[in-house]
């Protein structure tokens, strides 16, 4: 018998485990796909379903309860205007799990949480960002170079 076993406590306090599960689910609405700890991913399924599930009730309350739970407007608003149309057909199932082998320093188990259907592109959203910012130091190191020569 499992009673008085609710959640998984992730050996944290409540407000860690809170404050973990909504990083990680602004992180996976931002990128569509995250890799993690088994038992995390598995803590974290759940919870996307509910956003999900929640933005596709299009309404005030649902998008104040969003921005509530997920403290992030961008986040909130890609749930509502991208995600819930996506899944409009379906009934749940929205995030799937993948195991992806042992962590190397400690063997703890290691998955993939990932949106079914989800973008591929959503993957390199800041990657045009880390690309100029290397851009912007190799000019400026060029340019050192020939003031001082």
Do not use: C
Request: charged share 40%; glycine share 4%; proline share 2%.
């Amino acid at each position: 018998m499992r009673h008085k076993f609710g959640y998984k406590k992730l050996n944290r306090t409540s407000e860690h485990r809170k404050a973990l599960i909504k990083n990680m689910l602004n992180s996976l609405i931002k990128y569509e796909q995250i890799k993690t700890t088994l038992p995390k991913a598995k803590v974290l399924k759940p919870e996307a379903d509910k956003i999900i599930t929640l933005g596709k009730k299009e309404n005030l309350k649902n998008k104040k309860i969003l921005i509530s739970k997920l403290q992030d407007k961008k986040s909130a608003s890609k749930v509502v205007k991208t995600l819930s149309k996506r899944y409009e057909k379906r009934n749940g199932g929205y995030t799937r799990i993948i195991k992806a082998g042992f962590r190397y320093g400690d063997k703890a188990p290691i998955a993939i949480i990932e949106f079914v259907d989800r973008n591929v592109e959503a993957k390199k959203v800041d990657k045009k960002k880390a690309d100029a910012l290397k851009n912007t130091e190799k000019q400026k190191k060029e340019d050192k170079k020939v003031a001082t020569a």
